[in-house]
Each structure stands twice: as C-alpha cells, then as structure tokens.
C-alpha cells in the first residue's frame, strides 16, 4: 500500500450513477443492548489530500451527559470516508493514547465517488476512555492530478460510549500499556525491520497480563505469501516474485525470550490483484483489521517485577537469516488485570519450552523439459510456558500459554511463469489456562483455538 510501490489503482470510469456508489465489509454487526444509554462524540472530520506524515489530531474529553465513565460498559467507533476520483488504497490508523485501537485501510474511490462506514466495537480499550487524552487518525495519502490520481478521502470518526446505571465496569481489564512509537503526533505503529523494542514497566499488582498485536504487511511485504524463497529466485524469470520466501511470523518477546509469535493473516487490500473485485464489497479485514493476541500471564513474574523490561515485536521469515524485505506496520498493547490488593504478584517461571524460531523446509522441483518451477515451504513452531504466581491477596495458581502451528506454502510456476498457483495452509492451536486450588478455567475469551 501506499508507499513507493506502483500497483494497481481504480479508474472507474463510465459509472452512470450521480450518488455515491456504498462500499462496505461483512463484518459483525454492534451487538449493544438498546437499553443502555449511550452518548457520540464526533471526534475527527478531516479531509486527507496530501496528507504524509500529518495526521488529524484530536483531544478526547469524556462526555459529561452519559453519566460517570464508571457505569460505562461499552464503546464502538464509526469510521465513515467518502472520496471522489481516482486514487490508491492507503493505510489508515486510530491511536488514542499510544495504543493503536483500529487499524483499517481505505476502498479505491470512482469519479462519481463512493461512501463507505466501518463500525467497531472498541469496548476492551474503555480503561483509555475515562480520561481526556490525545486521538490520532492518519492516513497518508498522495495527490496527483497530474499524474490522475486525485481522490481525496474525506473522513468522519466518532465515538459512542454506553452506559448501564445498574452495571458496573464492562472493562474487564484495568489497565492498557501501549506497544508503539509513543509518539505524541504520529501514529503508533512503527515498520519493521528494524525490531520494534518498546520499554514497559507493569503495576507490581498485576495477576494477568494479555498482549494484542496489530501487524500488516505493506510495500514488498503486502503479498508475502506469494513471495519465493531466495535460493529460488534464480530458478525464475527475472522480476517474477519478491524474494524472502512466503512464511512469516511476528513475534512477541520479553528481553529478548520468545513469548508468543502469530501466522498473520493475509489481508487483501482493495487494490489487490484485480481491484473491480472489491467494489462493492471489501475483503475480509479491509476496513478492521483482525489483531492477534499473545498470553503474557506467564510473564507476569518479570514484567511485573518493578523494573523495566523490553517488549520486543519483530517479524521474521523462514530464510536461513530469517530476515524480510521492507515493511511490515507493527504495534501493540499488554491489557492487565490488577490485584484488588495492591500489594506485589509474586512468581516463578517454572516451564519454558519455545526455540527461538519456527522448524522450517524449502525444497522445490524446476522440470527440466518444460522449465516449471514448484516451490515448498513448510514450517512448525510450538511454545510452553508455564508459571505459579502467588497474587497479593494469597491466591495461588499455575498459569500458562501454549501454542503450535504447521504451515505449508506451495507455488507453481507454469509456462514461464506466466501461470502462477499458490496454495497456503496454516493450522493454530492455542491455550491459555490457569489453575487455582480447586478450578481450571479458560481466562480470557478472546483467545480460543484458531484455525484458518
Ligand atoms: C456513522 O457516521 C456517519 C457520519 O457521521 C453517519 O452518517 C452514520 O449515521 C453513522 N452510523 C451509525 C450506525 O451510527
Ligand atoms: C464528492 O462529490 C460530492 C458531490 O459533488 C461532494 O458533495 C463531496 O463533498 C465530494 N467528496 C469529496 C471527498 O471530495
Ligand atoms: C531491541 O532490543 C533487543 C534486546 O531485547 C536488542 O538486541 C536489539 O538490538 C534492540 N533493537 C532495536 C532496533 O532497538
Ligand atoms: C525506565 O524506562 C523509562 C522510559 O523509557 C525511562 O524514562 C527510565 O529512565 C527507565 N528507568 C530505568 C531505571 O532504567
Ligand atoms: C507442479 O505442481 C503442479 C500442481 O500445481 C503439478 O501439476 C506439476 O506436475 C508439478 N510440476 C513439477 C515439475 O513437479
């Protein structure tokens, strides 16, 4: 997307209709309860034209005619954009308080000019909303007339709170910890490489902690998945595919120790491939991206220990050096759930069983006759962590995080390559437990076994 690289974009041209043409993504619909109050805040209307690095700014104030931000149990956002003309699909995020909290991109507009609204429920960040705080949405676009690209996209973002006067507290955790750039005026994702090493220091309190993580591909990156590995670029035509193979996996680390990692998801972008296909309809993850999330409660021993600590996302392929091209857009955040004590979680890790990276194969096969090419790429990864923490007000209990995957990636290149067929696969299994004296429960509802 967006920068340096030339890729398809969307004339539209001959489109009869005078009123904007809606574009839109299946996506859940909000799912609050109409008896709940609720209050919206139009935060940002901003126009983006050439629009690098300056991105809308917005100073959050909580509203005062939807009682106290205690009795709140729920926020969503709408983002609503219209452009004319002709124009690339860009990157668009919100940050609100460092913590990136909705990453979305934009539909390729028409001449006549289009509309779409994306709405989001954001009620896991409510700890950030009780405060006044800074908002940044940037969308980095380019315009160009001469050049035909001149679509500007003009774009409204609100925020709607709701509130229960019989409910307390729909936040389950009590704090949020931004992973990111920290800026105070741009957007919280940084690109990788390099690393993005963020330093945190966690409430001594803390008895759980569950790391999010936003992370697209962009540039030579967007299409990874039909990207071949180096030693087989070779075997191709000149200028047939990127290099650094097709396996990626994004990482979570603790001072440097492998805490989590992600088989990221390949979202196709409104300019992917044959961009017609995604007018009206987006693809899955276009306008809200899906984010992954990581168990760090077996962590909570060091992170919560007092002192800084350096939480590390990094994005790493299947090459021998394990290095990618440029860039991936990254950033995160740890949620954590305080003891009700105040006094310091104390802990062991006392099972760490994770290698640094995923097994991986290349083989391949180029036909001697016809000169097709077929490439493998296969990977495996698993990870154990197991820890006792002792929380301040005497509960002791064993948690941990448990991860595998196999992936397969297999490329043809048939006739010269003018014939390309990729076929990708990769099976998750996660875990996330904990064990007090007389229970086992699965913590957190939002990690679950993933299968894609
Ligand atoms: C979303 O925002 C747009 C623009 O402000 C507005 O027209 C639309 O009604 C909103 N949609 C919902 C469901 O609130
Ligand atoms: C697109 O054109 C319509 C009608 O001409 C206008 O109302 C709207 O503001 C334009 N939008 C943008 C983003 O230029
Ligand atoms: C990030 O931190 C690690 C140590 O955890 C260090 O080895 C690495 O050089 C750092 N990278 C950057 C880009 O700061
Ligand atoms: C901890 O990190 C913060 C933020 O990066 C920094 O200001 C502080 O000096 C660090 N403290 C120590 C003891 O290194
Ligand atoms: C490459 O894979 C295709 C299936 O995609 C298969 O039909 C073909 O025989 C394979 N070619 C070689 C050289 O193995």
Redesign the pocket.
Known sequence: MGQGVAEHSLSGANEPSSHPLVNFQVAQPLTFPSSLNKCTV?VIHHNFANSYYQPAIAEWKPPKDCGSPLDWVGVSG?Y?ATSNGTQYDRLSAITFRNVEIWRTSTAEPSPSGIVW?A?KDISHYLPLFSTPGRIILDLNNVVDPAHGIDGEYDV?F?ITVYASPKEKGGARSNGIVALGTLSPDQAGYAGVPPMLNTTVKLPRNTVEAYAEIYASGNAQEEFWYFNAPDSWIPALPKDTTLGKGPFREVQLLVDGQLAGFVSPYPILFTGANVPLIWRPASAYGAFDQPTYKVDLTPFVPILADGKNHTVTINVVSAEPDHTILGNWWVSGNIQVVLDPSEKPTKGLIMRYFASPYATSHISGIKHKKSGDVNITVTAEHSLQIEAVLLTGSGTTSTVAWEQSYSFSNTQSYIDNATYQVGEVSSTCRLCSLAQSADRSRDRSPEVGAARS
């Open positions: 139009e709408n609503t609204t709405l409204t609100s």
